[in-house]
């Protein structure tokens, strides 16, 4: 069962639009979501992140969008650059105990590529 | 500064052969530590993961092991190695709760014939 969900393996944007990377999950206890990028032969690197008690996140050229009801939540790249190209890794955590808040559950991930 | 080291970088085993990845954890205490594996067309999958000494979670049945000797290493292991476990390996930490960041080692590369 897989609880996060990244639906779009690959994604291509020219350079200097925007990119839009998804994520849904079925989890209703999850409540902090975070966005990894990783590139090829490397460890991912965290991107950011954001708590259940909002909606939006946003850190220079990247902006998280979390809707609860829909349980989905967006990365938005503006403007895009080559350097971005990656795979971008959505992920979630659960409260609580059992272990729940010390694991990340991630998405398959999906590519982006930003052309020239 | 905290950092992460694992190795082998890359690793090419034959099938039923003996498996043994390190990971060391510099700069902290007592951290969280993990263990994924990235497959193809799979995304991250947590293997195991580790709150303290000795302390070992298993998340996916399977034919790997983990132990945790130190407060700062993570050993992932297997005694006979499948195909289906080739793979991208990656250890990784955090601190307290997930309510932060989960810090990635390098990764191994491992494949199986």
């Known amino acids: 069962d897989q609880q996060v969900k990244q639906n779009s393996p690959s994604l291509s944007v020219q350079e200097g639009r925007i990119s839009i990377l998804n994520c849904d999950y079925t989890?209703?206890?999850?409540?902090?979501f975070l966005w990894y990028k990783k590139y090829p032969a490397e460890g991912p690197t965290f991107l950011i992140s954001?708590?259940?008690?909002?909606d939006k996140n946003e850190d220079g050229r990247f902006t998280v969008f979390l809707n609860k009801s829909a349980k989905h939540l967006s990365l938005h790249i503006v403007p895009s650059q080559p350097g971005d190209s990656a795979v971008y890794f959505c992920?979630?955590?659960?409260?609580?105990?059992?272990?729940?808040?010390?694991?990340?559950?991630f998405g398959k991930g999906t590519l982006l590529t930003v052309n020239p | 500064s905290q950092t992460i080291h694992q190795w082998p970088a890359t690793l090419v085993q034959p099938v039923g052969s003996p498996l043994s990845l390190e990971c060391t954890v510099e700069?902290?205490?007592?951290?969280?530590l993990y263990w994924y594996r990235q497959a193809a067309g799979r995304g991250l999958q947590l293997l195991f993961y580790?709150?303290?000494?000795?302390?070992i979670s298993s998340e996916v049945p399977q034919n790997l092991s983990a132990s945790r000797p130190q407060d700062r290493q993570f050993i992932l292991s297997s005694k006979k190695l499948l195909l289906s476990d080739s793979g991208f390996y990656l250890c990784?930490?955090?601190?307290?709760?997930?309510?932060?960041?989960?810090?990635f080692g390098e990764g191994s590369r491992l494949t199986v014939l």
């Open positions: 990784a930490w955090s601190v307290g709760s997930l309510q932060g960041w989960l810090f």
């Open positions: 989890n209703s206890m999850f409540d902090y």
């Open positions: 954001i708590s259940s008690i909002k």
């Open positions: 992920a979630a955590s659960a409260p609580g105990g059992g272990g729940s808040n010390y694991k990340l559950t």
């Open positions: 700069g902290t205490s007592n951290p969280n």
């Open positions: 580790s709150v303290g000494i000795g302390q």
